[in-house]
């Protein structure tokens, strides 16, 4: 039987946010690949505090059907910078899985809100690609979760009926050249997964900020990921509404935040499945068409 949905993980220290994100995955995935470094460093090159007891353990717990190929080797190189790094894990990750399908990379805290859906949304664009196909990334869209409080989360509102952040998550031509972004044409889906990116503690965040692949490039001051922290620290119910533009990249992809009471995480992404997409059929068709995507640009 071929194997069209290929999803994979690259892991590191948060793995544990992976009892959030693999079980949403398991059903619809014909193959699974979970790419970690053997030595467990980061993309910074920095050592991290690994369970392999209680990752295998859970991995052999919710692996039912033998689909989980866990693959480990080099990801941190020294002469390499975190987002190469990154880049260079991805792109092992999409040859361990080999050419052929739908090639799905979603980080560990990254909860897809409906993945069945999105996977039979993949094979009504082609339902078993070769990788000979004109290449294109199919994008899902994020709900950015900025921070945990007592009583629930912190996370990002883009306004009614304004179009949300997007991310390319699935491709048929699996190229990786600044994390999963390429020169593919995007075609935007109307799902939706949760992105657990800032909502940590404070020394889980600081060591994220330190690590990721952005540390090497918007955040590669110190004093700036300090400043965020800062900026992260003080938000609570009383002020989380006066925040505005607080993308680290690009101010505006964030414009503010949102409240949401929830007992824990599965509550919220529970609580989230309620947001709905808000471009219609026809709009949704105008931003797929290539033709149209290139008249837009010229335009603009």
Not at 93 to 119: N, S, T
Not at 141 to 147: A, H, R
Request: proline letters at 4%.
């Amino acid at each position: 039987m071929d194997k069209i949905i290929k999803t994979g993980f690259c892991v590191a220290y948060d793995w544990e946010l992976l009892k959030y994100s693999l079980p949403g995955v398991y059903e619809e995935s014909d193959m699974i690949c979970l790419a970690i470094d053997k030595d467990r460093h980061s993309w910074s090159c920095n050592k991290y505090e690994f369970d392999d007891k209680a990752f295998y353990d859970f991995i052999k717990k919710t692996d039912r059907e033998n689909k989980i190929d866990i693959y480990e080797d080099d990801f941190s190189l020294s002469h390499l910078n975190a987002r190469e790094n990154c880049n260079r894990h991805r792109t092992l990750l999409a040859k361990r899985m080999k050419p052929g399908g739908w090639h799905i990379q979603i980080d560990v805290d990254e909860y897809f809100i409906d993945f069945k859906g999105f996977a039979n949304y993949l094979k009504s664009i082609h339902t078993n690609p070769t990788g000979k196909e004109k290449p294109v990334n199919v994008c899902a869209n994020i709900i950015p979760v900025f921070k945990k409080s007592q009583q629930g989360y912190f996370y990002v509102a883009f306004g009614k009926g304004k179009m949300p952040e997007n991310a390319p998550v699935a491709t048929n031509v699996p190229v990786y050249e600044r994390a999963r972004n390429n020169g593919h044409f995007n075609h935007i889906s109307p799902y939706y997964f949760v992105h657990e990116t800032w909502a940590r503690s404070e020394d889980e965040l600081r060591y994220k900020l330190n690590n990721w692949g952005h540390s090497a490039e918007e955040l590669e001051l110190k004093e700036k990921r300090e400043s965020f922290l800062k900026l992260w620290r003080a938000i609570d119910k009383y002020n989380y509404m006066l925040v505005r533009d607080i993308h680290p990249a690009v101010p505006d992809v964030w414009p503010g935040l949102a409240y949401c009471e929830a007992a824990d995480m599965n509550d919220f992404i529970s609580q989230m499945k309620e947001i709905r997409f808000p471009a219609g059929k026809f709009d949704l068709w105008l931003r797929n068409n290539r033709l149209m995507a290139k008249i837009r640009s010229l335009i603009n």
